[in-house]
T-cell receptor
Framework: EADIYQTPRYLVIGTGKKITLECSQT?????MYWYQQDPGMELHLIHY???????EKGDLSSESTVSRIRTEHFPLTLESARPSHTSQYLC??????????????FGPGTRLLVL | KNQVEQSPQSLIILEGKNCTLQ??????????LRWYKQDTGRGPVSLTI?????NTKSNGRYTATLDADTKQSSLHITASQLSDSASYIC?????????????FGRGTQLTVWP
């Protein structure tokens, strides 16, 4: 079982609200990722970080922002939630091995519903 | 275009039976292929990883195969259990993990009935 945590697990919120999804890992991993997953669809990378103070946008355009002030913490923020943001958000982390078999460990996810 | 296609989209089998899930990919250059298991409401968990030179890899009742020439992989589950009910996701990396990106399939939703 991976030591990566996400809170809240479920969130129902009204349009226009600001929300922050929390992600923490206790494995000392340098890399962290945020994915968005809709039911029956593939995961899409929206943000990633290779270390403290390093953040990059992923393949899927997202109105969310992230920060990496501490190694273990990688929160995702939506300044103004909209119904189109309704989805499952998965956080992951990995440790740089320099090889090809680096494994990403996933958190349990946050299911977000914007009304 | 780099893609990962999985079949079937969903599958229902009886407890104790075997099943095989398929994954076809067009990702190039290929680095490795992983199978993940995702329980409902949980994050994916890695089952196996295979590099270019590996044809078969087992993890308990799960056996993955890879044919890099035809760009196909399969995941065989033996003697299925109720706890095998989950989505199985095929993920292909196009280069070394430090530089490459991951391509995800949509998964096969497996349901095991008693």
């Amino acid at each position: 079982e991976a030591d990566i945590y996400q809170t809240p697990r479920y969130l129902v919120i009204g349009t226009g609200k600001k929300i922050t999804l929390e992600c923490s890992q206790t494995m000392g991993h340098d890399k962290m990722y945020w994915y968005q997953q809709d039911p029956g669809m593939e995961l899409h990378l929206i943000h990633y970080s290779y270390g403290v103070n390093s953040t990059e946008k992923g393949d899927l355009s997202s109105e969310s922002t992230v920060s990496r002030i501490r190694t273990e913490h990688f929160p995702l923020t939506l300044e103004s939630a909209r119904p189109s943001h309704t989805s499952q958000y998965l956080c992951a982390s990995s440790y740089s091995t320099g090889g090809t078999e680096e494994t990403q460990y996933f958190g349990p996810g946050t299911r977000l519903l914007v009304l | 275009k780099n893609q990962v296609e999985q079949s079937p989209q969903s599958l229902i089998i009886l407890e104790g039976k075997n099943c095989t899930l398929q994954c076809n990919y067009t990702v190039s250059p290929f680095s490795n292929l992983r199978w993940y298991k995702q329980d409902t409401g949980r994050g994916p968990v890695s089952l196996t990883i295979m590099t270019f030179s590996e044809n078969t890899k087992s993890n308990g009742r799960y056996t993955a195969t890879l044919d890099a020439d035809t760009k196909q992989s399969s995941l065989h589950i033996t003697a299925s259990q109720l706890s095998d009910s989950a989505s199985y996701i095929c993920v292909v990396s196009d280069r070394g993990s430090t530089l490459g990106r991951l391509y995800f399939g949509r998964g096969t939703q497996l349901t095991v009935w008693p």
